[in-house]
């Protein structure tokens, strides 16, 4: 972790800021406190974005912390496979974070997470129901589409974020569109979920329930913000 940090540090101190912001920044036409200014501009772009946000946050956190908890205590799977499944979702997700950013940049953004989030809706209790089978093939199976379908939704929601803000709202409009939705995306299900995963089978056909609703908002809130493709941003 601590390498990759370190990696990540000298990439942003190497990388040249965009010539729109270098000139915004020349002009000295920056805020001294642009979260402010943006919230009070932009608040409803911001929020729109920050529910659009958390379709990518949820699964993700299903995938990879509630399921893991889910198999090894309720379902005793071993934790070896689990970690497994876990990480051939990643790899599945690389491959997959590719495609589906060239695909976003071809029928847009927007059409794009659309179709998504419906799939996710659509394979959420699916999802649960070859959980709950222990078979390990069906779990693998499970954990690879859906942690897909997160990677494929994380790679249009990064640069659509940014493109529903004019350059001088951008960098502050962007984070906090993604930190509020994982504020909102995660926190108050994850306190929810933990009560859920006592009640064993049952209690995950409820956890999906979870899921299904905020992937539901999520769609919502995709249909207030623009489509950027073919836009001058």
Do not use: C, H, W
Request: proline share 3%.
């Amino acid at each position: 972790g601590l390498i990759m940090i370190i990696i990540g540090v000298i990439i942003r101190y190497k990388t040249m800021e965009s010539p729109i912001f270098a000139k915004i920044f020349e002009e000295r036409k920056t805020s001294s406190y642009p979260a402010m200014v943006v919230l009070k501009n932009k608040f409803k772009d911001i929020i729109s974005l920050a529910g659009v946000n958390m379709a990518a946050q949820l699964p993700f956190f299903i995938a990879i912390t509630v399921m893991l908890s889910y198999m090894t205590i309720i379902l005793k799977i071993p934790t070896q496979y689990i970690t497994f499944t876990t990480v051939i979702g990643e790899i599945a997700g690389l491959f997959l974070v590719l495609l589906s950013g060239f695909l976003s940049d071809i029928i847009g953004r927007k059409k794009f997470l659309a179709s998504i989030f419906i799939i996710d809706l659509i394979f959420i209790y699916p999802y649960i129901l070859l959980i709950n089978t222990a078979n390990l093939a069906l779990i693998l199976l499970a954990q690879v589409i859906l942690m897909g379908l997160t990677f494929s939704a994380v790679s249009a929601i990064a640069p659509f974020m940014p493109e529903n803000f004019e350059a001088k709202y951008r960098a502050s409009g962007t984070g906090l569109s993604y930190q509020i939705g994982i504020l909102i995306g995660v926190l108050p299900q994850s306190l929810i979920i933990a009560y859920l995963i006592g009640l064993g089978k049952t209690g995950s056909l409820y956890i999906a329930t979870v899921v299904f609703i905020t992937l539901a908002l999520s769609l919502l809130s995709l249909f207030f913000t623009r489509e950027t493709k073919g836009k001058n941003i």
